[in-house]
Protein backbone atom coordinates (compact mmCIF):
# COMPACT_ATOMS: atom_id res chain seq x y z
CA UNK A 1 0.00 0.00 0.00
CA UNK A 2 1.75 3.06 -0.82
CA UNK A 3 1.48 6.10 1.63
CA UNK A 4 -1.25 8.41 1.53
CA UNK A 5 -2.41 11.06 3.79
CA UNK A 6 -5.52 11.22 6.14
CA UNK A 7 -6.11 14.03 8.44
CA UNK A 8 -2.51 14.80 10.16
CA UNK A 9 -1.01 11.29 9.62
CA UNK A 10 0.66 9.74 6.94
CA UNK A 11 0.67 5.77 6.57
CA UNK A 12 3.29 3.53 5.41
CA UNK A 13 2.52 -0.16 4.23
CA UNK A 14 1.47 -2.71 6.64
CA UNK A 15 3.60 -4.82 7.83
CA UNK A 16 2.71 -8.58 7.17
CA UNK A 17 1.22 -10.09 10.24
CA UNK A 18 4.19 -12.67 11.94
CA UNK A 19 3.37 -15.85 12.35
CA UNK A 20 1.94 -17.26 15.12
CA UNK A 21 3.52 -18.14 18.66
CA UNK A 22 5.04 -14.52 19.54
CA UNK A 23 3.82 -14.74 22.97
CA UNK A 24 4.47 -17.07 25.37
CA UNK A 25 2.64 -18.19 28.68
CA UNK A 26 4.26 -16.46 31.83
CA UNK A 27 2.52 -17.06 35.31
CA UNK A 28 0.76 -14.18 36.50
CA UNK A 29 -1.32 -13.66 39.91
CA UNK A 30 -4.59 -14.22 39.60
CA UNK A 31 -6.73 -16.87 36.57
CA UNK A 32 -5.93 -15.01 33.02
CA UNK A 33 -8.98 -13.88 31.37
CA UNK A 34 -10.07 -11.74 28.64
CA UNK A 35 -12.82 -9.02 28.60
CA UNK A 36 -13.95 -8.60 25.32
CA UNK A 37 -15.96 -5.47 24.83
CA UNK A 38 -18.96 -5.47 23.13
CA UNK A 39 -20.01 -3.26 20.29
CA UNK A 40 -16.79 -3.39 18.81
CA UNK A 41 -15.66 -3.33 15.12
CA UNK A 42 -16.85 -2.31 11.67
CA UNK A 43 -19.98 0.35 12.39
CA UNK A 44 -22.67 0.71 10.09
CA UNK A 45 -21.47 3.38 8.01
CA UNK A 46 -18.06 1.79 7.08
CA UNK A 47 -19.48 -1.36 6.04
CA UNK A 48 -21.68 0.18 3.58
CA UNK A 49 -18.04 2.20 2.12
CA UNK A 50 -16.27 -1.05 2.20
CA UNK A 51 -18.88 -3.02 0.53
CA UNK A 52 -19.26 -0.10 -1.59
CA UNK A 53 -16.04 -0.30 -3.22
CA UNK A 54 -15.77 -4.05 -3.64
CA UNK A 55 -19.19 -3.84 -5.99
CA UNK A 56 -17.75 -0.99 -7.87
CA UNK A 57 -15.09 -3.46 -8.57
CA UNK A 58 -17.62 -6.17 -9.45
CA UNK A 59 -19.76 -4.08 -11.61
CA UNK A 60 -17.30 -1.88 -13.26
CA UNK A 61 -13.73 -3.80 -13.17
CA UNK A 62 -10.33 -2.66 -11.79
CA UNK A 63 -8.97 -0.18 -11.46
CA UNK A 64 -11.50 1.44 -9.24
CA UNK A 65 -10.28 4.89 -7.68
CA UNK A 66 -11.32 5.83 -4.29
CA UNK A 67 -10.08 9.44 -2.75
CA UNK A 68 -8.36 9.10 0.33
CA UNK A 69 -8.62 5.76 2.37
CA UNK A 70 -12.16 4.59 1.96
CA UNK A 71 -12.11 4.41 5.84
CA UNK A 72 -9.24 4.79 8.56
CA UNK A 73 -8.03 1.14 8.50
CA UNK A 74 -4.96 -0.08 6.89
CA UNK A 75 -5.63 -3.92 6.53
CA UNK A 76 -9.18 -2.71 4.94
CA UNK A 77 -7.37 -0.49 2.04
CA UNK A 78 -4.17 -3.07 1.56
CA UNK A 79 -6.82 -5.77 1.23
CA UNK A 80 -8.78 -3.78 -1.55
CA UNK A 81 -5.44 -2.68 -3.21
CA UNK A 82 -5.18 -6.71 -3.99
CA UNK A 83 -8.40 -6.27 -5.58
CA UNK A 84 -7.61 -3.36 -8.07
CA UNK A 85 -8.77 -0.37 -6.13
CA UNK A 86 -5.51 2.77 -6.19
CA UNK A 87 -6.27 5.52 -3.53
CA UNK A 88 -5.53 8.86 -4.07
CA UNK A 89 -4.89 12.21 -2.44
CA UNK A 90 -6.51 14.62 -4.80
CA UNK A 91 -9.01 13.87 -7.44
CA UNK A 92 -6.93 15.23 -9.93
CA UNK A 93 -4.59 12.67 -9.93
CA UNK A 94 -7.29 10.18 -11.34
CA UNK A 95 -7.64 9.37 -15.02
CA UNK A 96 -10.64 11.48 -17.07
CA UNK A 97 -13.48 8.87 -17.18
CA UNK A 98 -12.43 6.37 -14.56
CA UNK A 99 -15.00 5.56 -11.87
CA UNK A 100 -13.90 6.98 -8.38
CA UNK A 101 -15.47 6.47 -4.54
CA UNK A 102 -15.77 9.29 -2.28
CA UNK A 103 -14.55 7.85 1.50
CA UNK A 104 -17.17 7.61 4.48
CA UNK A 105 -15.57 10.35 5.73
CA UNK A 106 -17.41 12.21 2.88
CA UNK A 107 -15.96 15.38 0.81
CA UNK A 108 -16.76 19.05 0.55
CA UNK A 109 -18.80 20.72 -2.81
CA UNK A 110 -15.30 21.43 -4.19
CA UNK A 111 -14.52 18.11 -4.53
CA UNK A 112 -17.57 17.33 -6.12
CA UNK A 113 -17.32 19.64 -8.69
CA UNK A 114 -13.69 18.42 -9.04
CA UNK A 115 -14.55 15.10 -10.13
CA UNK A 116 -17.07 16.63 -12.27
CA UNK A 117 -15.01 18.92 -14.24
CA UNK A 118 -12.42 15.89 -15.23
CA UNK A 119 -15.49 13.59 -16.06
CA UNK A 120 -15.40 11.05 -13.50
CA UNK A 121 -18.08 8.55 -12.16
CA UNK A 122 -18.51 9.56 -8.64
CA UNK A 123 -19.87 6.80 -6.10
CA UNK A 124 -20.31 9.00 -3.13
CA UNK A 125 -19.83 6.66 0.00
CA UNK A 126 -20.03 9.24 2.56
CA UNK A 127 -21.61 7.45 5.78
CA UNK A 128 -25.07 9.09 5.89
CA UNK A 129 -23.94 10.19 9.86
CA UNK A 130 -21.73 12.38 7.89
CA UNK A 131 -24.22 13.60 5.69
CA UNK A 132 -26.60 14.65 8.65
CA UNK A 133 -23.91 16.99 9.52
CA UNK A 134 -23.07 18.42 5.98
CA UNK A 135 -26.87 19.43 5.79
CA UNK A 136 -26.89 20.77 9.22
CA UNK A 137 -23.84 22.91 7.90
CA UNK A 138 -25.72 24.05 4.94
CA UNK A 139 -28.55 24.55 6.97
CA UNK A 140 -26.95 26.96 9.40
CA UNK A 141 -25.14 28.84 7.23
CA UNK A 142 -28.28 29.86 4.64
CA UNK A 143 -29.92 30.48 8.42
CA UNK A 144 -26.99 32.96 9.03
CA UNK A 145 -25.72 31.45 11.97
CA UNK A 146 -21.95 31.13 12.38
CA UNK A 147 -20.64 27.58 12.62
CA UNK A 148 -18.68 26.17 15.80
CA UNK A 149 -17.49 23.03 14.39
CA UNK A 150 -15.66 20.92 16.84
CA UNK A 151 -13.21 18.26 15.70
CA UNK A 152 -9.11 17.71 14.59
CA UNK A 153 -7.54 19.70 12.41
CA UNK A 154 -6.87 18.09 9.23
CA UNK A 155 -8.91 15.28 9.63
CA UNK A 156 -11.10 14.40 6.58
CA UNK A 157 -14.66 14.85 7.73
CA UNK A 158 -13.93 18.07 9.39
CA UNK A 159 -12.23 19.16 6.19
CA UNK A 160 -15.60 17.97 4.07
CA UNK A 161 -17.64 19.53 6.60
CA UNK A 162 -15.90 22.74 6.89
CA UNK A 163 -16.05 23.13 2.90
CA UNK A 164 -20.17 23.52 2.87
CA UNK A 165 -19.89 26.87 4.92
CA UNK A 166 -16.61 27.84 4.63
CA UNK A 167 -16.93 31.68 5.20
CA UNK A 168 -19.57 30.64 8.24
CA UNK A 169 -16.96 28.06 10.33
CA UNK A 170 -14.71 28.22 12.79
CA UNK A 171 -13.11 25.04 13.76
CA UNK A 172 -12.89 24.27 17.70
CA UNK A 173 -9.93 21.14 18.60
CA UNK A 174 -11.07 21.11 22.10
CA UNK A 175 -11.68 22.39 25.00
CA UNK A 176 -8.34 24.39 25.19
CA UNK A 177 -9.14 26.37 22.31
CA UNK A 178 -12.56 28.06 23.93
CA UNK A 179 -10.71 30.77 25.67
CA UNK A 180 -8.85 32.33 22.97
CA UNK A 181 -11.96 31.73 20.18
CA UNK A 182 -12.76 34.72 18.68
CA UNK A 183 -16.32 34.74 16.68
CA UNK A 184 -18.07 37.52 14.73
CA UNK A 185 -21.58 37.39 16.33
CA UNK A 186 -21.35 36.12 19.59
CA UNK A 187 -25.21 35.94 19.78
CA UNK A 188 -25.66 34.12 16.23
CA UNK A 189 -23.72 30.72 16.95
CA UNK A 190 -24.42 27.43 16.40
CA UNK A 191 -22.46 24.11 17.06
CA UNK A 192 -21.70 20.97 15.01
CA UNK A 193 -19.00 18.30 15.81
CA UNK A 194 -17.18 15.52 13.81
CA UNK A 195 -18.94 12.32 14.34
CA UNK A 196 -16.03 10.18 15.89
CA UNK A 197 -15.02 12.49 18.64
CA UNK A 198 -15.13 11.53 22.57
CA UNK A 199 -18.55 12.25 23.42
CA UNK A 200 -17.58 13.37 27.00
CA UNK A 201 -14.32 15.77 25.57
CA UNK A 202 -17.41 17.15 23.26
CA UNK A 203 -19.42 17.97 25.91
CA UNK A 204 -16.89 19.28 27.89
CA UNK A 205 -16.19 21.65 24.67
CA UNK A 206 -19.89 22.84 24.66
CA UNK A 207 -20.14 23.81 27.98
CA UNK A 208 -17.06 25.95 28.00
CA UNK A 209 -18.27 27.59 24.97
CA UNK A 210 -21.74 27.72 26.58
CA UNK A 211 -20.02 29.69 29.68
CA UNK A 212 -18.45 31.94 26.76
CA UNK A 213 -21.68 32.36 24.56
CA UNK A 214 -24.82 31.66 26.44
CA UNK A 215 -26.84 31.98 23.47
CA UNK A 216 -25.10 29.16 21.61
CA UNK A 217 -27.92 26.98 19.55
CA UNK A 218 -27.60 22.86 19.43
CA UNK A 219 -28.15 21.09 16.58
CA UNK A 220 -31.22 19.56 16.58
CA UNK A 221 -29.35 15.99 17.44
CA UNK A 222 -26.09 15.00 19.20
CA UNK A 223 -23.84 14.74 15.57
CA UNK A 224 -21.39 11.68 17.27
CA UNK A 225 -22.59 8.65 15.75
CA UNK A 226 -24.15 5.86 17.64
CA UNK A 227 -20.94 3.50 16.95
CA UNK A 228 -18.52 5.91 18.57
CA UNK A 229 -20.91 6.23 21.17
CA UNK A 230 -21.34 2.37 21.94
CA UNK A 231 -17.91 1.44 21.34
CA UNK A 232 -17.01 4.18 23.97
CA UNK A 233 -19.57 2.94 26.49
CA UNK A 234 -18.11 -0.91 26.33
CA UNK A 235 -14.75 0.00 26.60
CA UNK A 236 -15.84 2.11 30.25
CA UNK A 237 -17.16 -0.98 31.24
CA UNK A 238 -14.72 -2.81 30.63
CA UNK A 239 -11.87 -0.80 31.77
CA UNK A 240 -12.01 -0.88 35.95
CA UNK A 241 -11.24 -4.36 35.65
CA UNK A 242 -8.62 -4.78 33.17
CA UNK A 243 -4.59 -4.76 33.96
CA UNK A 244 -3.93 -4.26 30.06
CA UNK A 245 -6.66 -2.63 27.12
CA UNK A 246 -5.63 -3.30 23.54
CA UNK A 247 -7.42 -1.64 20.88
CA UNK A 248 -7.60 -2.85 17.60
CA UNK A 249 -7.55 -0.33 14.80
CA UNK A 250 -5.13 2.33 13.01
CA UNK A 251 -3.33 5.24 13.77
CA UNK A 252 -5.18 7.79 11.80
CA UNK A 253 -8.90 6.78 12.90
CA UNK A 254 -10.07 9.02 15.55
CA UNK A 255 -12.40 6.72 16.98
CA UNK A 256 -10.07 3.90 17.48
CA UNK A 257 -7.07 6.23 19.05
CA UNK A 258 -10.30 7.82 21.91
CA UNK A 259 -10.77 3.99 22.71
CA UNK A 260 -7.23 4.02 24.20
CA UNK A 261 -7.89 7.60 25.94
CA UNK A 262 -11.19 6.29 27.30
CA UNK A 263 -9.65 2.61 28.57
CA UNK A 264 -6.82 4.99 30.95
CA UNK A 265 -9.54 7.56 31.90
CA UNK A 266 -11.90 4.80 33.24
CA UNK A 267 -9.77 2.73 35.00
CA UNK A 268 -7.62 0.40 32.60
CA UNK A 269 -3.90 0.43 34.61
CA UNK A 270 -2.23 0.20 30.56
CA UNK A 271 -3.92 0.59 27.47
CA UNK A 272 -2.30 0.04 24.03
CA UNK A 273 -3.75 0.28 20.13
CA UNK A 274 -2.45 -2.65 17.76
CA UNK A 275 -3.01 -2.59 13.58
CA UNK A 276 -2.37 -6.47 13.77
CA UNK A 277 -1.92 -8.84 16.72
CA UNK A 278 1.84 -9.35 15.85
CA UNK A 279 2.33 -6.20 17.65
CA UNK A 280 1.42 -6.89 21.36
CA UNK A 281 4.79 -7.17 23.48
CA UNK A 282 5.13 -9.66 25.93
CA UNK A 283 6.29 -7.02 28.10
CA UNK A 284 2.44 -5.60 28.20
CA UNK A 285 1.67 -8.75 29.75
CA UNK A 286 4.04 -8.99 32.56
CA UNK A 287 1.86 -9.06 36.20
CA UNK A 288 -1.35 -8.87 34.09
CA UNK A 289 -4.19 -11.27 34.99
CA UNK A 290 -7.53 -9.50 32.97
CA UNK A 291 -6.93 -8.26 29.61
CA UNK A 292 -9.75 -6.08 28.22
CA UNK A 293 -10.45 -6.39 24.11
CA UNK A 294 -12.04 -4.10 21.62
CA UNK A 295 -11.72 -2.40 18.14
CA UNK A 296 -12.49 0.69 16.12
CA UNK A 297 -15.48 1.43 14.18
CA UNK A 298 -13.39 0.47 10.95
CA UNK A 299 -11.69 -2.76 11.98
CA UNK A 300 -12.65 -5.94 10.65
CA UNK A 301 -13.65 -8.55 13.16
CA UNK A 302 -10.99 -11.17 11.63
CA UNK A 303 -8.26 -8.86 13.21
CA UNK A 304 -9.97 -9.04 16.85
CA UNK A 305 -9.76 -12.91 16.27
CA UNK A 306 -6.48 -12.62 15.36
CA UNK A 307 -5.58 -10.75 18.57
CA UNK A 308 -7.75 -13.64 20.80
CA UNK A 309 -5.56 -16.32 19.36
CA UNK A 310 -2.42 -14.59 19.77
CA UNK A 311 -3.54 -13.81 23.70
CA UNK A 312 -4.51 -17.78 23.97
CA UNK A 313 -0.86 -18.92 23.41
CA UNK A 314 0.03 -16.82 26.69
CA UNK A 315 -2.73 -18.19 28.06
CA UNK A 316 -5.53 -15.79 28.16
CA UNK A 317 -8.19 -18.23 27.19
CA UNK A 318 -11.46 -18.20 28.95
CA UNK A 319 -12.81 -14.70 27.26
CA UNK A 320 -15.79 -13.08 28.67
CA UNK A 321 -17.89 -10.84 26.61
CA UNK A 322 -18.98 -8.03 27.81
CA UNK A 323 -22.27 -6.32 26.00
CA UNK A 324 -24.05 -2.95 26.11
CA UNK A 325 -25.73 -2.49 23.16
CA UNK A 326 -26.86 -4.20 20.44
CA UNK A 327 -26.59 -2.94 16.48
CA UNK A 328 -28.74 -4.10 13.81
CA UNK A 329 -28.66 -0.64 11.91
CA UNK A 330 -27.53 -0.71 8.19
CA UNK A 331 -27.51 1.47 5.33
CA UNK A 332 -28.41 1.55 1.95
CA UNK A 333 -25.53 1.24 -0.77
CA UNK A 334 -25.10 4.73 -3.13
CA UNK A 335 -27.89 4.06 -5.83
CA UNK A 336 -25.57 3.32 -8.57
CA UNK A 337 -24.13 0.05 -6.47
CA UNK A 338 -27.69 -1.37 -5.84
CA UNK A 339 -27.87 -3.82 -8.67
CA UNK A 340 -25.08 -6.32 -10.19
CA UNK A 341 -22.80 -5.72 -12.97
CA UNK A 342 -25.95 -7.24 -14.96
CA UNK A 343 -28.53 -5.17 -14.11
CA UNK A 344 -30.21 -7.12 -11.71
CA UNK A 345 -31.26 -5.95 -8.18
CA UNK A 346 -28.56 -7.02 -5.39
CA UNK A 347 -29.70 -7.66 -2.07
CA UNK A 348 -26.82 -6.20 -0.47
CA UNK A 349 -27.60 -3.06 -2.11
CA UNK A 350 -30.85 -2.24 0.66
CA UNK A 351 -28.67 -3.07 3.64
CA UNK A 352 -25.21 -3.76 3.01
CA UNK A 353 -23.69 -7.27 3.97
CA UNK A 354 -25.62 -9.32 6.33
CA UNK A 355 -23.27 -9.90 8.58
CA UNK A 356 -23.62 -10.42 12.47
CA UNK A 357 -20.80 -10.57 15.09
CA UNK A 358 -20.09 -13.19 17.77
CA UNK A 359 -21.31 -10.95 20.72
CA UNK A 360 -24.80 -10.43 18.43
CA UNK A 361 -25.64 -14.36 18.79
Known amino acids: MAGITNGAVVLTPPRVPAVRGLLVDRPVAGEKRVLLAAPRGYCAGVDRAVIAVEKALENFGAPVYVRKQIVHNVHVVSELEKRGA ?23 PAVVQGAADRGLDAIDATCPLVTK ?120 SSNTVRLVDVALEHGAKAAHRVDYAAEIRQEWLDGVATVGVTSGASVPEVLVQEVLAELADAGYRDVETVVTAEEDLMFSLPKELRTDAQGNPDERGLGGRNRRLDWQG
Open 86 to 108: IFVDDVAEVPTGSHIVFSAHGVS
Open 133 to 252: VHREATRFSKQGLDILLIGHTGHEEVEGTMGHAPERTTLVTGPEDVAGLEVRDPENLVWISQTTLSVDETMETVRRLRERFPNLQDPPSDDICYATQNRQVAIKKVAPAADLVIVVGSAN
